[in-house]
């Protein structure tokens, strides 16, 4: 079955860097898009940044533009975020998704995604 586990949070103090991980198996990696997305306490889960099948289409919220980065390894099955100077309002649980097919209302759209992983805590605090 699909299962995606994600790994690499913890704490960080503000303006240091993370760099999650989602390893990927129970399907073929490469026919598929990646979405990683982020629920901080008593709010809504939200889209960060997404990649293509193919890698040659990212997005990013504007909150995080700039400062994140979203890969893939087909080799590794594995999608990456590299998060650089990060804030404290950068704190939630971080979850990789992934559509079954090309999400049609946007990228950012969670109810697009069938696929998620459990999700790993980043802490950005002093």
């Known amino acids: 079955q699909v299962q995606l586990v994600e790994s690499g949070g913890g704490l960080v103090q503000p303006g240091g860097s993370l760099t999650l991980s989602c390893a990927a198996s129970?399907?073929?990696?490469?026919?598929?898009?990646f979405g990683w997305f982020r629920q901080a306490p008593g709010q809504e889960r939200e889209g960060v940044a997404y990649?293509?099948?193919?890698?040659?289409?990212?997005n990013y919220a504007e909150s995080v533009k700039g400062r994140f980065t979203i890969s893939r390894d087909s080799a590794a099955n594995t999608v990456y975020l590299q998060m650089n100077s990060l804030k404290a309002e950068d704190t939630a649980v971080y979850y990789c998704?992934?559509?079954?097919?090309?999400?049609?209302?946007?990228?950012?759209?969670?109810?697009?995604?069938?696929?998620w992983g459990q999700g790993t805590q980043v802490t950005v605090s002093s």
């Open positions: 129970g399907f073929t990696f490469d026919y598929y898009d």
């Open positions: 990649i293509s099948s193919s890698g040659s289409s990212r």
């Open positions: 998704a992934a559509p079954s097919y090309d999400p049609t209302t946007g990228w950012a759209d969670r109810d697009e995604y069938d696929y």
